[in-house]
């Protein structure tokens, strides 16, 4: 079982993704991140492979499409809150986002 990350280490994470912003929802904290694109289909591009990336790291964002634009929030359903697979995941979803 993956533990949440405690204050320091999510203060120190959240410094270092600086594209993301933290969110509470429901009482557990998340990541957030909006990323545009030219049109939907630029988007859905980038859906098909951040989802390639989350299913072979067996971790999974929730996220919203609306035409040009997703929205990802990340946090781990298991741990309530922020852990290392959720910082691995959207560095991976930075990466891919170029
Ligand atoms: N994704 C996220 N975001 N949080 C989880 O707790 C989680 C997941 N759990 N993907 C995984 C799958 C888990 O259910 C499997 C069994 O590893």
Redo the contacts with the bound molecule.
């Keep these: 079982m993956v533990e949440r990350l405690d204050a320091a280490r999510l203060a120190q994470a959240v410094h270092d993704l600086p594209a993301w912003r933290l969110e509470n929802g429901d009482g557990a904290d998340m990541l957030v991140r909006v990323f545009s694109f030219a049109d939907f289909s630029a988007a859905f591009g980038f859906m098909a492979r951040v989802a390639l990336a989350a299913e072979k790291a067996?971790?999974?964002?929730?996220w919203s499409n609306s035409y040009n634009k997703v929205t990802v929030r990340?946090?781990?359903?298991?741990?309530g809150g922020i852990s290392t697979?959720?910082i691995d995941l959207a560095q991976a979803i930075d990466a891919i986002a170029g």
């Excluded at 990340?74 to 741990?79: F, K, N, R, V």
């Design positions: 067996g971790h999974h964002p929730d990340l946090s781990t359903h298991d741990a697979r959720d």
